[in-house]
Nanobody
Framework: QVQLVESGGGSVQAGGSLRLSCAASGYDYSKLCFSWFRQAPGKEREVVATITLGGNTKYTDSVKGRFTISRDNAKNTLYLQMNSLKFEDSAMYYC??????????????????WGQGTQVTVSS
């Protein structure tokens, strides 16, 4: 069983930055493929960024050049550095994990493990 705990959310003005963290426990962290998802009220949950076992990354178009996903296997922690935040980035952010070499094509339903979420609010 894998437990995921997010932190780092908060309120920030447009143009500001936040760094989200997701601490994982319960299994071999290095065997997990991770994604960050977000969900705004009334909207579908969408994938924001993904990082594979080997450190390859993929981003949704709306965050390219502004967000960076990374992982520290020694600390069992996943990160999402968010810069140049926009009002439309406001959402609940979730980290998700699955045992897979790559999860670039995965949908939300494919991820077995989820954190509780951390709220990001960007004021314009």
């Amino acid at each position: 069983q894998v437990q995921l705990v997010e932190s780092g959310g908060g309120s920030v003005q447009a143009g500001g930055s936040l760094r989200l963290s997701c601490a994982a426990s319960g299994y071999d962290y290095s065997k997990l493929c991770f994604s960050w998802f977000r969900q705004a009220p009334g909207k579908e949950r969408e994938v924001v960024a993904t990082i594979t076992l080997g450190g390859n990354t993929k981003y949704t178009d709306s965050v390219k050049g502004r967000f960076t996903i990374s992982r520290d296997n020694a600390k069992n922690t996943l990160y999402l550095q968010m810069n140049s935040l926009k009002f439309e980035d406001s959402a609940m952010y979730y980290c998700a994990a699955q045992y897979s070499n790559t999860c670039f094509a995965s949908l939300a339903k494919d991820f077995a493990y989820w954190g509780q979420g951390t709220q990001v609010t960007v004021s314009s």
